[in-house]
Every structure is written in structure tokens, then in C-alpha cells.
């Protein structure tokens, strides 16, 4: 919205506010921002308000926001409303206009306004048309309410607010034709539509060069219909943002008085008749039941005048009563006045304190019931990968139509129409632009985010995608280590370990292009971590014994299966079994095995002879299962 | 027989300041073939049948004593410091370091402070329907407001009306409706709005929310709970400064600048990152809407939450935002980039 210092004065002599930081800060000061401003000389800035606020979209509304904030009196204008009339006949069928003002004016001469008008409609960004269509923009911009001028010659017999019939077409001042609808409200004479009510004006009754007769339009639409004829016909226009947010019923009147004296100062002619003025309907006048004690209650502190700064706002003030102004919508609850005497008094006044809270407040996830434990959980994972060497990514939910089953309407690209069910994709890409673009040799990811599924359900995952070396080689002739399947295992785990979960319970494993990828359901494995804190195992009394045996095995044999055949052995006093070496020679359809056993009993050192004869028992029990055969001891 | 005890001596002389490579060489000189304990030994015969076991077994004992003392020697040369034979120009071995992500970081640190004081960490669903990111929050259909927050819509759900949450805000009805005031908690959570990405704008983003509701709430508390929470975040040198504004679900409204983290509030310094203005806005905030509570009331069916009874107030931001400002970071789409040489300047 654009404001013209110069038209502003019109209505408020701004004094020390005419210097433009000045008046800037006031305005924050009461929430309304001023983006920007040019030409020194007569500035014109340009305002954000909030949609709570239509009122202020103009200069004399805005006139009258510096009046409240900044305590000075505001030049109310001086026009009268003028005599009522019947002079055209008007009437309103449908419940979506509540009041329907109307003017006629005769032998006016239209031309170009004159240069102080066109002037001020530049600063508004307007191209000036002629004089008549120029006033009706000049009251908007100065009084906030639409106006419209139609040729009264070309109106035949009458003009009725109704709702469009299916089939109607209208021909707008933009040059375009709509076909209606009965969602479309429109002004029309004794036969056709002649206007978007609210929104734009027919091109048949145009006011043009030849106009001699006019009438002039001040009126109330619903703001719903008008904001959905707007839409649905295009883009809004000046017109029906005003209508959309709320116009002052009240008013049209003084508007058309105001129109009318711009007419006759730049066209000429006269007004015939007095003003016809339909009212189907009165607004309500809210009345606010306003308790002293809200304030407090609300603000933490009194605010001794706010009787005086709702009346300042031009509200009615009686006892606990208060009828807010007519162009005000955004109040019509007691929490509304709150608001507006704490903005008025100003935000600084505002204590600083904090709230007394009696305990702290638990943790909540929508879909598990212990979520302090569930952050943990992921907390925990995450400090695993870090630990681990792996960058945590944080990549976008979308991905392609085939990759999800949740599918985005109004997507913002066909390839990113559906929600991810996985974040290995997504992982995968920022892997190769690493490899790709950068040129990356060791490339170590991962990611916890949640993941979509067909109900619609929401799950997490965590997932780590390994390319290239693991490490890379060392200077002084280490080796690189490249990253293999074997890898990814190890980090699955490594995660059940930490955990304490079942590793065939805890995540997959999949080879990904160059590279290898894990991702893990993480509700699945909530759902088995322990829930209990761990409860103490004491510590071996006595030593162990460590003996490793090699064997030799087919090539293609398993080595687990020599694990779990040592394993199958039953002996209390097998500790553990783990693979220590694996060594397969080109050429040889065998391979070797080695095996570390750890022996220890609970309460005694182990003999010699117990040593030997339980790995006697694991050679037989290997060398069966397995059909291996003993390296040596 | 005599030189024996001043050959050991010699020895251990010259082991005891030997550099690693001179040890190689004093093992030569002392035990190798050429040496002279070597020819003491092959001189033993001209002994008596007496002595020689004696003798011999001093030379042994010397020998043994030489090479043990070269061995110590070597071994602390080895594990010792600068001085001793170790070149400290060399890179050590380290291990890869894992880079942690400054949204992931950034959600952390605010979250902490806020834990700290006493809240709970509250997470909801990305997919929301219109009533809970919408309705209950008073945005009513048909309004102006909505236009503010393009949407991302779903296919299928009840009445096709399922989304991706434009905002975390859905979280405050879903904790209402299942706890019991009073509530203090923080909202992290990823939030979608149909934006096309560019340096200040994405279509997917993170936001984190507080929310409080008492018996004695004020405006006062939300004011010195902000004002704690930035004294925290950005440091005590930086100041707040609360303006009045609009949104649907809470009244009054504020938005809540910092103190310009490049110029420090220097009012038309020309900085690029203020504007000039010597401002950057960081929150929005205000009281909990009374229609909000009785949405509230209307899904658990009960008056606890009676706008009457309790008061409220709620505060959000962008995590990225926040992010840029305390970093100097410009543009928003290096976040979901991953780039290391960006997430290790965070890390």
C-alpha cells in the first residue's frame, strides 16, 4: 500500500512525524511496517498491514492509526451526507449485499482531471483514465471504500444487486468476458449484468468520452463472495481487496459525498436528486463486554487509560460496555480491545518476568508414549555415526512418483510429487554429487528423518550410505581400506551392540551404486530396546584360557557354520568363540579358518587336561559339522 | 681380563646417549664378531682350567648386560618425546571425524535452553489435516490469512483434506488435547510450504515452537522468556525489540527483532544484512487465541482448557533462519546441499 506524505497531511498535521525516521518508528510501533519510501521531496512510502486490517488502506485511515498512536487531533473532513432520495429505482435481491448507496449526477463533462489528481494517483501507481474514473480511484485511495461510475444512459431501467443466472456472460473493463455463475454476485440493469460486484465494472456501461450521465455506486458486499468471484475470475484487483477484508458499511455516504464535490469540481454538472440509499440490512454493532481486569490478567500489568484509548480508536465507551467503530472487524471480542490497548500503550510497557512452572513438563511424540526415551534412542544412534566418522545429512522429504505412495497434489515438480518411503535415495544422491562433482574418494553419510507410508503412516529411519575408502592410505604405506559389504555389516552391528538388540532385528544392507547402504526402522527397533536399565553382571573371579585353532574348509563353505558348530559344543566352561583369521590362497579350493575360544569357568582356574579335552570335543564337533580338517594347534 | 670392566663402562657410557641409528653401530662395536669382548672370549683358552669359568662367565654377564641395555635404550627412544629421534613435523593418524549438521545442531542448542527451564520436547506428524493446521487455529476457511501459507496438498484422506503442515502450531492442539495444564513445551519439526527454493525460500524448512499454558500466564512471562532465550542464543551484548503484529492464533501478536548480528544495531550503516535497519526479525509470538483454547475444548470435549481459566502464550521460528543469522550464512539451500566443506565450518 502506498502512502503520499503530502495527502496524508490532508487529514493530520504530522509535525516532528514529517521526518520519515520518526514516523517509521511510530509506525512499528504500533505493527505497521514501512518497507521502503522514495523522493525526499513529497515522499511516498510504501506499508505492510496485516489482513486484520483493511481500515488502514488508505490515507485518511491511516491518518486517523498516527492520530491514536501519536496523540494528535485528525482533520476530519468536512462534507455532508446530503438529503436522501428516490430519483433511480435500486433495489438489492440477494442476501450478500447489505447496502446498496447510489448517486446520479447529470451533464458532466469528461476529460482529463486536472494535474494535482493525476499526480496522486501516479504515486499510487495508477495510470490516470479520466476525470470520473479517476475520482472514484481518488476516494478509494483517500477513504478506503470502492466506488464505481457507471453511464446512467446506458443502464436500462434499473439497477438491481442479484445473483448471476448460469449462462450470463459479462464483458469487464479489462477487456476480458466471464461466464457467470450463481456464485457470482453482480450488479445489472433491467436485462443484463453490468458489473462483477465488488470486483470490476461492465465494459457496456463504461463511463468514455461521450458520458454525459452518471450514476455513481457506494456499496456493501459480502467478502466471502467477493474474494471468491475475484479468484475465480482472475486476479484481485483494488476493488475487491478492500471488499475481501471488510468495508466500512457506514461509510458510503460520505464517499459518494466525497466523489460527487471531485466531480463537480472536474466535470462539472450537477446532482440530481438526493442520495438513494438501500439498506437491506444494518451491521450488527458488537457490543464488548470489557473487564478492567483482562488487561492485567492478559498484559501482566494495568493500563490506567484504556477507556481513553478505545475511545481514541473511535469506539464507545460506556461501564463495561464498548461498541467498537464501523471500520473496524478485526474487534469483537473482549481479547481484541486487550490487544489494541496493549498496542496503543505500547509493547514496551510490557514486564519481563518468567513464568513459575511447578515441575517440568514430560516429553510427547504423537506415535510412541515414552518420546523421552525415543529421543534418546535416536540421539544415541546418531552419536554412534558421528562416532563412526559419518556427516549427518539432512535432505529433502520428497522423492520421485515411484519411490513413494504418498503422492503431493500441487507438487513443485513432477520429480518430487511423493513423500519418501526410504532415505536411501536421497542419501544416495548426495553420495555421488560428493564422488561426481567434488571428486570425493571417501564418501561416509547418514541421515534420521522420518519416512511415509501407504494409511497415511509416519515412520523414522536412519540410514548411512559408505562409497569409496573407508580410509584412506596412509602416509607412511597403510593401506586404503575400501569400503565392502562387510563394512556395512559391521556398522549394523555395531548399532546392535550399542543397542543391545538383535542385529537381524536391527536394520538392512543393500549394494547401492558404488557403494554400500544400511537403513534401519527405527519404531521396530524401539520396540525391542531394552527398556529396563541394565542390571550388573559381576565380573569373572578367575582367568581365562585362550586357544586358537585353524582349520581348513571348503571355499565355499560358510564360516559361521564353523562358529556355530564350536558354539554347538555344550560345555559350561565355553566362554566365547570368534572368527580370528581367514586366509584363502589363489588357486586353493580351500580355505583356512582360524578360530579364538575363550574358556573360563565361574569358579576355578582351569586345568590343563580340562583345556585339552574340551578342544578335543570342538575339533570333532568342527571337523564334523564342517567337514574340516585341523591346521594346527 | 682387567679391560673388561672398563669396556662395560664405555659401553653403557655411550649407550646411554646414543641417538637410534648410533645404537645399530655400538651393537657392532660391542657385540659383534669383530668386537672385543668377542676376542676376550676366543683368548679365554689361554686361561688356567681355573679361571676359565669365571672369566667366562663375566664376559657373558657383560655381554648380556650390553645388549639389555641397548634394548631399554632403543625402547625409550622409540616412545619418547621431541628430543629423542621423533619428527614432529608428521601429521598424527587420526581418525575420520563425523560432521554433524547445523540444523540438527542448531534444534539442539535451542532446545536445550529451553529444556533447561523446565520444557518438554514435543514432536507431531508431517502430514496434518486442515482442522489441525488450520481450523482449530484459527484461520477460518475462505480468509485471506491462509493465502499467506501456500500449501501443499495430498491425495486422498477423509474428505481429501490431508496436508503437509505449513507450520509446527498443529503440535499445540495435539499436546492440549492429551495433557493437562499447566505445559511448557518446545516444538522442533520439519514444516513444507509450496515455495520454490531459492536463497531465502524452500519448499521444505524446520521451525520450533514453544508453547505455555498456565493459571497466571502473562504477556510479561512471554516477553522475559524471549528476552532469556536470546540472552542465551545470540549473547548478552544483543538486544530485543517487540512489535506489534497479526496472526490468526494468538492476541495480541509480536514479532520479535534482534539486534542486527553484522552492524549491532548501527541504524542505516548500510549492512547488507539488516537493510540498514539495524534489525533482524527472529520470532513471532503472542498470546494463546482464546478461540484457539476453545477448539481445544470442543476436541477433548471438556472445559479444562476454558480461556477463562488459563492463559497462554506461543512463539516460533525458522531453525534455518536462526541458523544463517548466528553464522552469517546466505544462502538457505546449503543446508540441504550436505557439502562437507560447509558442514565442517559448523560442526
Known amino acids: 500500500m502506498k502512502i503520499l506524505r503530502s495527502w496524508l497531511e490532508d487529514f493530520i498535521d504530522l509535525g516532528t512525524l514529517r521526518e520519515i525516521d520518526a514516523l517509521k518508528a511510530l509506525l512499528a510501533r504500533g505493527g505497521i511496517e514501512m518497507v521502503s519510501w522514495e523522493n525526499p521531496d513529497d515522499p511516498v512510502f510504501e506499508i505492510e498491514i496485516y489482513a486484520n486490517r483493511p481500515d488502514l488502506l488508505s490515507h485518511y485511515g491511516l491518518a486517523r492509526e498516527i492520530g491514536v498512536l501519536a496523540g494528535l487531533p485528525l482533520k476530519k473532513p468536512k462534507f455532508t451526507e446530503g438529503a436522501r432520495g428516490e430519483v433511480f429505482p435500486i433495489s438489492i435481491e440477494s442476501d450478500r449485499c447489505d447496502r446498496y448507496c447510489g448517486l446520479v449526477m447529470r451533464g458532466v463533462i469528461v476529460k482529463p482531471s486536472p494535474d494535482w489528481m493525476q499526480e496522486r494517483l501516479r504515486a499510487m501507481g495508477l495510470n490516470p483514465i479520466s476525470n470520473i474514473v479517476d475520482a472514484t480511484n481518488y476516494v478509494l485511495f483517500e477513504f478506503n471504500h470502492p466506488l464505481h461510475a457507471f453511464d446512467l444512459d446506458r443502464l436500462k431501467e434499473r439497477v438491481v444487486v442479484r445473483e448471476a443466472k448460469h449462462g450470463e456472460k459479462i464483458s469487464l473493463l479489462d477487456g476480458s468476458e466471464k461466464k457467470l455463475t450463481p456464485d457470482d454476485l453482480v450488479v445489472a440493469d433491467a436485462s443484463r449484468p453490468v458489473a462483477l460486484a465488488g470486483v470490476m465494472g461492465g465494459i457496456a456501461t463504461a463511463v468514455g468520452p461521450e458520458t454525459k450521465d452518471l450514476l455513481l455506486e457506494a456499496a456493501w458486499f459480502l467478502p466471502s463472495s467477493v474474494r471468491r468471484s475475484a479468484k475465480r475470475h482472475g486476479s484481485p484487483t483494488d476493488s475487491s481487496y478492500r471488499f475481501e477484508r471488510g468495508a466500512d458499511r457506514e461509510i458510503l455516504p460520505l464517499a459518494l459525498s466525497r466523489l460527487s464535490a471531485l466531480i463537480l469540481k472536474t466535470a462539472g454538472g450537477k446532482i440530481d436528486g438526493g442520495l438513494i440509499d438501500v439498506r437491506r440490512r444494518d451491521a450488527e454493532r458488537k457490543n464488548i463486554t470489557f473487564r478492567r481486569t483482562s488487561v492485567r490478567r492478559m498484559l501482566g500489568h494495568d493500563v490506567e487509560n484504556s477507556e481513553e484509548i478505545l475511545t481514541a480508536l473511535g469506539a464507545t465507551v460506556s461501564g463495561e460496555n464498548v461498541t467498537p467503530p464501523s471500520w473496524r472487524f478485526d474487534l469483537s471480542r473482549e481479547i481484541d480491545l486487550v490487544e489494541e490497548v496493549a498496542r496503543i500503550s505500547g509493547y514496551d510497557a510490557l514486564g519481563s518476568t518468567l513464568p513459575g512452572l511447578p515441575s517440568p513438563t514430560k516429553d510427547f511424540n504423537w506415535l510412541v508414549s515414552d518420546a523421552a526415551r525415543f529421543r534418546e534412542m535416536r540421539a544415541k544412534i546418531a552419536g554412534f555415526f558421528t562416532g563412526q566418522g559419518f556427516d549427518q545429512c539432512v535432505t529433502f522429504s520428497f522423492c520421485p512418483p515411484d519411490q513413494g505412495s504418498i503422492k503431493i497434489s500441487n507438487p513443485i515438480n513432477a520429480e518430487e510429487s511423493s513423500l519418501r518411503a526410504s532415505l536411501l535415495p536421497s542419501l544416495l544422491r548426495v553420495a555421488q554429487a560428493r564422488r561426481d562433482k567434488a571428486g570425493a574418494t571417501s564418501i561416509c553419510i547418514f541421515e534420521i528423518d522420518k519416512v511415509f507410508f501407504d494409511g497415511p503412516r509416519e515412520g523414522y529411519s536412519a540410514a548411512a550410505v559408505l562409497m569409496g575408502n573407508i580410509e584412506e592410505r596412509r602416509y607412511d604405506g597403510r593401506p586404503a581400506d575400501p569400503a565392502s559389504i562387510h563394512h556395512a555389516l559391521g556398522l549394523l552391528h555395531g548399532l546392535a551392540r550399542l543397542l543391545r538388540v538383535d542385529p537381524k532385528r536391527c536394520g538392512t544392507v543393500v549394494a547401492v551404486e558404488g557403494g554400500f547402504g544400511i537403513e534401519l526402522d527405527l519404531l521396530e527397533i524401539f520396540k525391542v530396546w531394552p527398556a529396563h536399565p541394565p542390571q550388573y553382571a559381576s565380573l569373572p573371579r578367575f582367568p581365562a584360557s585362550t586357544k586358537d585353532l585353524a582349520f581348513w574348509v571348503s571355499g565355499d563353505l560358510a564360516v559361521g557354520n564353523v562358529i556355530s558348530a564350536a558354539k554347538s559344543v555344550s560345555l559350561d566352561i565355553l566362554e566365547d568363540v570368534e572368527l580370528f583369521d581367514l586366509f584363502a590362497k589363489k588357486g586353493d579350493p580351500r580355505k583356512s579358518v582360524g578360530i579364538r575360544i575363550h574358556f573360563r569357568a565361574k569358579d576355578r582356574t582351569l586345568t590343563d587336561e580340562e583345556i585339552t579335552a574340551a578342544l578335543g570335543r570342538i575339533v570333532d564337533a568342527v571337523a564334523a559339522g564342517c567337514g574340516a580338517s585341523l591346521r594346527s594347534k | ?347
Open chain 2, 1 to 347: 681380563m682387567n679391560r673388561l670392566p672398563e669396556l662395560l663402562r664405555e659401553a653403557l657410557e655411550q649407550i646411554a646417549k646414543a641417538t637410534l641409528p648410533e645404537l645399530e653401530t655400538i651393537k657392532v662395536t660391542y657385540l659383534g664378531k669383530k668386537s672385543e669382548l668377542k676376542e676376550l672370549l676366543r683368548g679365554l683358552g689361554k686361561l688356567s682350567a681355573d679361571d676359565r669359568p669365571r672369566f667366562g662367565a663375566a664376559v657373558n654377564e657383560a655381554a648380556r648386560e650390553i645388549e639389555e641395555r641397548i634394548n631399554a635404550r632403543r625402547e625409550h627412544l622409540e616412545n619418547s618425546g621431541p628430543a629423542e629421534g621423533f619428527d614432529s613435523t608428521l601429521p598424527g593418524f587420526s581418525r575420520r571425524l563425523g560432521l554433524s549438521h547445523p540444523i540438527v545442531s542448531t534444534i539442539e542448542r535451542v532446545c536445550g535452553i529451553f529444556t533447561r527451564l523446565g520444557y518438554g520436547i514435543a514432536e507431531g506428524p508431517d502430514i496434518e489435516d486442515d482442522a489441525h493446521n488450520f481450523t482449530d487455529l484459527n484461520f477460518p476457511p475462505d480468509h485471506p490469512a491462509r493465502d499467506a501459507q501456500d500449501t501443499f496438498f495430498l491425495n486422498g484422506g477423509a474428505g481429501g483434506s490431508l496436508l503437509l503442515r505449513t507450520h509446527t502450531s498443529p503440535v499445540q492442539i495435539r499436546i492440549m488435547k492429551e495433557r493437562m495444564p499447566p505445559l511448557a513445551i518446545i516444538i522442533p519439526g520439519r514444516t513444507y510450504r509450496a515455495d520454490a527454493a531459492d536463497a531465502t525460500h524452500s519448499p521444505i524448512f524446520h521451525q520450533i515452537e514453544g508453547l505455555v499454558v498456565g493459571e497466571n500466564i502473562t504477556m510479561a512471562d512471554l516477553k522475559g522468556t524471549l528476552n532469556t532465550f536470546a540472552r542465551e542464543l545470540f549473547g548478552p551484548a544483543f538486544a530485543l525489540r517487540f512489535r506489534p503484529s497479526f496472526f490468526p492464533f494468538t492476541e495480541p501478536s509480536a514479532e520479535i527483532d534482534v539486534s542486527c548480528v553484522n552492524c549491532a544495531g548501527e541504524a542505516n550503516s548500510g549492512c547488507r544484512v539488516c537493510k540498514g535497519t539495524g534489525w533482524l526479525e527472529v520470532l513471532g509470538a503472542g498470546m494463546v487465541d482464546p478461540d484457539v483454547f476453545e477448539a481445544v475444548c470442543r476436541r477433548r470435549n471438556d472445559r479444562v482448557y476454558d480461556p477463562e481459566k488459563v492463559t497462554g502464550f506461543a512463539f516460533g521460528m525458522g531453525v534455518e533462519r536462526i541458523a544463517m543469522l548466528r553464522h552469517g550464512i546466505d544462502d538457505l539451500r546449503l543446508f540441504y546441499e550436505n557439502d562437507p566443506r560447509f558442514l565442517a565450518q559448523f560442526a
